[in-house]
């Protein structure tokens, strides 16, 4: 199973998992344990691994078991140089532990709960070369002194330093390259994330590969990945900073390739940028927006964007408080048989765990009503490394044992039936977590027992075994295969944006998530609180575990109601294209001329665009000498502004049915107008290459943008930010101080972006959430850009003269625009073709 894919990468009994969280294994020497029972030696030989917290030694007869000798329960470590007989062999120099405690693991090499053993105990360890030893035990003093200083802060601060003066001495050993040619780019200290370890070491980005080479040559000398292999890349947050970095060379796997963490931010970013600048050919950044669009269209299924949705929202299988999140859809785990037509059936998605069963949110809103702020629902969360090792402990057993250090859960809270746990998340007083990737999965091994675990015996008697099904599965592989049905289902696929809107969208926070009864711990929450300004280091480590502990919400994706799955018609039809089923059948975009724009969106039916020759002027007024290039209207309606050609800017009166002011900013052309929020400042464009702003109370011009270097063609205005379009071949992107609502100063906008095309730009648009943005050519190439990143998402070469106009669909899944070859076209957004054309008589503006 994908969680697992980091075990696979060695054979050694040995794990970093028998280490403590938070704790690095440094380095390793082949030893002996060397015992003495009735005056006869025994040595049995191993590995001798020094960790930060602990020594280990792994003997290499897998019947012997591993021992672990906590660092904090030394109460002698010394250098023994043994006295030599001059008339006998010499005798090597030895390591001498007393300790109070022994951890004993996978005895009779056995996975199974650690036995402690505790009491005086002298353990003695023959290093291979002798040479070493003394360092060695100098070594493990070091190591002692900061496991048994009084402070927890002092422990980790004192580690620390030890790791880093190990990586400050060390480096990247350039003679792993793969090739002699490669060329080195840039090399730091990193570390090597995996669920609920970290591996220090050293990375080295070359133009050919990624290169990570462990501290300790655990688990292999080196890792390589390939540059051309990489599909996508992702910054992470890691333990609430932005240190973290992940590399997928597949499309779908929710597991990566390799996740790394760095020691600051501006190491992370260099390499990411280099890797992203070397991919831009090979690979597509994709946003949240763009998933959505191929979503709602069905590109992409509704586990395949789940997964699509968990990477953006930091979501990763190696960190398991940041696991994926898949929600529970069926609430039917009872019946016979599963009637996925029934919609009793399946789980209200537009509702937390938390809130299903009524008499439960009841209590928890009444003690929420009583609590001083910040207040909260719900004292646990829906996803935490206890509730992924919940579900997964019978293929990581050894994963549990690390977190609670040693032992499996108690027998009866085990993952023991899936009706059961269901039922607990409706009526546990603290129980509210949702589902993980691998209900949806392929893979049954999780549900079954097949290593044989000794899990525990319930209180009934009965062993821990395999997970008890639901009566309407006849085995594990039928149970996946209709879950993962159910998640596709129509009533999912219906309600599932509900859904979306509290774990990654807008009823996350703030009212809408009062409102939604979706309020958890602040501590859960991205910014909830700043570790970093916790001065007391006792309490920021422990503040900071508690939050990893307990449990992380998503980052939030969407800010607005997330929309609705919406299927066209043509993708209904299942049936393969043949002789009886024309491609006509199958695609819109081959359809009659005067039908190629109907059903392209739910939308668009309802637009109904049959009644648009049923539309009548109700007065027509000539105001402007020259062709009219925009027009703004107030508020209330009562007054509409134009500009034109002519130069000028002119309001007309509704009322009055004339126009009462004219206005000129130059002897040029205006070429759009746009009214601003505040109701009180229209902007205008011009072919004298800049933007003025005209101030309605007052009556005259306010300021003047001087931004390009040639005409500007068109405006457009979103949440503060002014997007502006020139013959000068960009489209300039100006951040609008949030105060400056009523009075507009050029020194109050911020270029934020520049966006560069091959040809000057005439047209732009934005889709309804401002999220994309449309810009139409003079050579009559479409852009699409993601107005987050700033990112081309498509661009497309669909007329064959200039773009005059273009606009978004409601939806935002197609681009409209016309042009000086008298065609209207339609584009998708998410695969870049042009679905329909329509030629006209003369040229549509």
Excluded at 195 to 202: A, E, F, I, R
Excluded at 250 to 271: G, H, P, W
Excluded at 669 to 679: D, K, W
Excluded at 760 to 779: E, F, H, Q, W
Aim: charged share 25%; hydrophobic share 35%; aromatic share 10%.
């Amino acid at each position: 199973m994908a969680f697992l894919k980091t075990q696979e990468l060695t054979k050694e009994r040995f794990s970093l998992l028998l280490l403590d969280l938070e704790e690095y294994y440094f380095e390793q020497h082949t030893a002996y344990h060397v015992t003495t029972s009735s005056k006869k030696e025994r040595k049995v030989r191993g590995s001798f691994k020094v960790c930060s917290r602990s020594a280990i030694f792994d003997p290499d007869d897998f019947s012997e078991p591993i021992l672990k000798i906590p660092l904090r329960d030394c109460k002698k470590i010394e250098f023994v140089e043994s006295e030599n007989n001059p008339f006998d062999e010499p005798r090597p120099s030895v390591i001498s532990i007393l300790c109070v405690q022994v951890i004993y693991i996978k005895e009779s090499n056995v996975i199974a709960p650690y036995r402690n053993e505790r009491g005086a105990k002298k353990l003695t360890f023959q290093l291979e070369g002798w040479s070493k030893t003394e360092d060695v035990v100098q070594t493990l003093l070091q190591l002692h002194r900061a496991s048994c200083l009084e402070k927890l802060g002092d422990q980790t601060a004192m580690i620390a330093a030890n790791l880093q003066s190990r990586l400050a001495r060390s480096s990247f050993d350039k003679n792993c390259f793969q090739s002699v040619a490669e060329m080195p780019h840039m090399e730091c200290a990193v570390e090597m994330v995996m669920p609920l370890v970290c591996n220090p070491g050293h990375v080295c980005i070359t133009d050919e590969s990624l290169y990570f080479q462990p501290l300790n040559g655990y688990p292999e000398q080196v890792i390589q990945i390939q540059l051309h292999r990489v599909r996508r890349i992702y910054k992470r947050r890691h333990g609430l900073r932005p240190l973290g970095l992940e590399v997928f060379c597949t499309e779908n796997d929710f597991c990566s390739d390799i996740y790394l963490k760095f020691y600051n931010t501006a190491d992370r970013d260099e390499i990411y940028y280099y890797i992203a600048s070397f991919l831009e050919n090979h690979m597509m950044e994709h946003t949240a927006e763009s998933y959505m669009l191929q979503w709602q269209r069905g590109h992409l299924s509704n586990y395949q964007y789940l997964l699509h949705l968990n990477n953006l929202a930091d979501r990763s299988c190696n960190d398991l408080s940041q696991y994926p999140i898949f929600p529970w859809v069926i609430a039917d785990y009872t019946s016979a048989q599963l009637d996925m037509t029934n919609a009793a059936t399946f789980r209200d998605l537009s509702k937390p765990v938390g809130a299903l069963n009524k008499e439960r949110l009841d209590r928890l809103l009444a003690r929420y009503r009583g609590m001083p702020e910040p207040r909260f629902l719900y004292g646990s969360h829906y996803s935490s490394p206890g509730y992924v090792l919940f579900y997964l402990v019978r293929v990581a057993p050894e994963h549990m044992l690390c977190l609670q250090n040693g032992r499996y859960d108690h027998a009866d809270r085990m993952f023991n039936s899936i009706c059961d746990t269901w039922k607990n998340c409706l009526e546990g007083a603290t129980d509210f977590k949702e589902l993980i990737p691998e209900f949806y999965g392929d893979d049954c091994s999780f549900l079954e027992n097949k290593r044989s675990l000794g899990l525990g015996r319930r209180q009934n008697g009965s062993l821990v075994g395999d997970v008890v099904l639901p009566a309407w599965a006849s085995d594990t592989r039928d149970f996946l295969q209709k879950h993962k049905t159910a998640l596709e289902s129509q009533y999912v696929s219906e309600n599932l944006h509900e859904w979306i809107d509290l774990v990654f969208g807008f009823k996350q926070r703030g009212s809408e998530a009062v409102a939604a009864h979706n309020v958890f711990h602040p501590l859960t929450y991205e910014g909830g609180i700043d570790c970093d300004s916790i001065e007391d280091p006792d309490q920021r480590i422990a503040m900071l575990t508690q939050i990893l502990e307990f449990g992380q919400t998503p980052k939030q994706l969407f800010t607005i109601p997330h929309p609705q799955r919406i299927t066209p018609r043509f993708h209904n039809i299942t049936r393969s294209p043949s002789s009886n089923s024309p491609v006509s059948d199958l695609s819109p975009a081959s359809q009659s001329e005067d039908s190629s724009f109907e059903d392209l969106t739910e939308e668009s039916r309802k637009l109904a665009w049959a009644n648009m020759g049923n539309l009548k002027p109700l007065s027509s007024h000539k105001i402007h000498k020259e062709a009219v290039t925009g027009i703004a209207v107030t508020r209330d309606g009562a007054a509409i502004f134009s500009t034109s050609q002519d130069s000028t800017l002119k309001m007309f009166s509704k009322e009055l049915k004339d126009f009462q002011r004219s206005m000129s900013f130059s002897n040029m052309a205006l070429s759009s107008c746009l009214m601003l929020e505040n109701g009180k400042t229209v902007v205008c464009s011009s072919w004298d290459n800049n933007v003025y702003f005209y101030s309605i109370p007052y009556g005259r011009r306010q300021d003047t943008l001087m931004g390009h270097d040639d005409a500007v063609s068109e405006m457009c205005w979103f949440d503060d930010r002014l997007y502006t379009a020139s013959w000068d071949s960009t489209v300039k992107v100006w951040q609008c101080a949030s105060d400056s609502s009523s009075r507009h100063k050029r020194s109050q906008f911020q270029l934020l972006a520049e966006l560069e095309h091959d040809a000057g730009v005439n047209t732009i648009g934005l889709n309804p959430a401002g999220t994309l943005l449309a810009s139409g050519c003079k050579d009559g190439t479409v852009t699409i850009w993601d107005t987050s990143s700033y990112g081309t998402l498509q661009q497309v070469h669909c007329h064959t003269g200039t773009i005059h106009h273009m606009a978004f669909s409601p939806d935002s899944r197609h681009v409209l625009s016309v042009g000086a070859d008298s065609c209207m076209k339609v584009l998708d957004v998410q695969t870049g073709m042009v679905i329909s054309s329509v030629k006209a008589e003369e040229e549509q503006r």
